[in-house]
């Protein structure tokens, strides 16, 4: 059973970065999809970046294409999401999570996705 814990969140103001890590225990990744899923206020839960798992492909959420990266270290059983020009809008709750396949087309069906981490506050204020 794979556990994934979400770390790099925090407070900060409009136009700032942070760098989020998923840091996986228990069983490898390194086959595993992965993706991060993101949950505003009075919003429900919306992928923001995907990555298979060798990370030669990538998608991320219209709303942040151009803004975040992501990227994994298999050798370190990490993903990461790089937010940069962070926006007011981007204030969520930010989620990893790990899928049964390698790499898949359906990438925004949460159902995909089997191990969830607890989740990382993010917030964007000045």
């Known amino acids: 059973q794979v556990r994934l814990v979400e770390s790099g969140g925090g407070l900060v103001q409009p136009g700032g970065s942070l760098r989020l890590s998923c840091a996986a225990s228990?069983?490898?990744?390194?086959?595993?999809?992965m993706g991060w899923f993101r949950q505003g206020p009075g919003k429900e839960r919306e992928v923001v970046a995907y990555i298979n798992w060798s990370g030669s492909n990538t998608y991320y959420a219209d709303s942040v294409k151009d803004r975040f990266t992501i990227s994994r270290d298999n050798a370190k059983n990490t993903v990461y999401l790089q937010m940069n020009s962070l926006r007011t809008l981007d204030t969520a709750v930010y989620y990893c999570a790990a899928s049964e396949y390698a790499s898949m087309s359906a990438y925004s069906n949460q159902f995909q996705y089997r191990i969830w981490g607890q989740g990382t506050q993010v917030t964007i204020s000045s």
């Open positions: 228990g069983r490898t990744v390194s086959n595993s999809a």
